[in-house]
């Protein structure tokens, strides 16, 4: 697999059209990370590590409300083959503020909201509404 945060976020979209309660994902610290801002953000209920073998598990509850998913769209930015770097200034906002920007920094993973505040820039991971 060559990207796994595009995989997760695929997985994440794939379970919520299919209206799964859960999705589990193979962990690691940046999917985790990610997980805990979709929790801080209310897109996702819960999300837990299981210690598995070989491989440890993240385990997303997905959030509804009445019968409509939170999450109603996902977009990857920065690929593999294409890194997106941006300052704090430029960090795009995710259809017009009503979603969320996901970037990289030298102080973690932080929202767009959250990196414009502390005036950091860095690489454009992903946006989620």
Not at 28 to 41: F, P
Not at 89 to 102: C, E, H, M, Q, V
Request: charge should be positive.
């Amino acid at each position: 697999m060559t990207d796994p945060i595009a995989d997760m976020l695929t997985r994440i979209k794939n379970a919520l059209l299919a209206r799964h309660k859960e999705v589990v994902i193979p962990h690691s610290k940046v999917k985790e990370a990610i997980a805990q801002i979709l929790v801080k953000n209310n897109y996702v209920t819960e999300a837990k590590v299981v210690k598995r073998q070989p491989q440890s598990a993240l385990v997303l509850t997905l959030g509804y409300e009445q019968k409509w998913p939170k999450i109603t769209g996902v977009k990857r930015i920065s690929k593999p083959g294409r890194r997106l770097y941006t300052p704090a200034s430029r960090i795009p906002a995710a259809l017009n503020g009503y979603g969320i920007t996901i970037v990289s920094t030298s102080k973690g993973l932080l929202t767009d909201k959250q990196a414009r505040q502390l005036n950091v820039g860095g690489e454009l991971i992903c946006q989620i509404w």
